[in-house]
């Protein structure tokens, strides 16, 4: 499916106090981010991903009626949010798009269930790769040290990386 911008629009003031509460109920590090009222503008794509500039700055995606963080965040707004940390091997599939396998896992930090959003990061720099769905809550995670551990939705280098490279304000 093609991927260009169906539409850009400010979030209603309606929808922005909704918005708000359900962000931070799901990232205690917003709230040093959204200072009193956030402007926020939704760019709507043609493949359905949304994507939230808050005060300028791209934040947040929606992939598949989730609400993550983006990579182009602040740290802050990963505070909290469960880490996965990959081998060095494992970092050109991670980037490319794969899910994350058991083998390349080298440790985590922070509890999460099967379904949460954690963050992948690389085992030599700390530095995020992804953000992607647990496939295992953090009891089995690593046992057994086989199959996928990890479905990853937004890395870098992927389309909405792209665009906001392109587009780093709004």
Not at 29 to 44: C, D, H, I, N, Q
Not at 117 to 142: P, Q, T, Y
């Amino acid at each position: 499916m093609p991927f260009h911008v169906k539409r850009s629009h400010p979030l209603s003031s309606r929808d922005l106090k909704k918005f708000l509460q359900e962000v931070q109920a799901l990232y205690t590090g917003f709230s040093k981010l959204a200072l009193g009222k956030p402007r926020v503008t939704v760019v709507e794509f043609s493949s359905g991903e949304l994507l939230y500039y808050i005060n300028g700055a791209p934040l947040l995606l929606q992939i598949e009626g989730r609400l993550l963080p983006s990579l182009r965040a602040p740290d802050s707004l990963f505070e909290g949010v469960p880490r996965v940390v990959v081998d060095m091997g494992a970092v050109s599939h991670v980037v490319n798009g794969a899910d994350v396998m058991a083998p390349g896992v080298v440790s985590y930090a922070g509890s999460f269930s099967e379904g949460d959003v954690v963050v992948v990061v690389d085992e030599r720099h700390g530095k995020r790769l992804s953000v992607g769905i647990a496939l295992r809550s953090c009891e089995n995670f690593l046992s057994p040290r086989r199959g996928k551990v990890i479905r990853n939705l937004h890395y870098v280098g992927d389309r909405v990386w792209k665009f906001t490279e392109e587009k780093p304000s709004i």
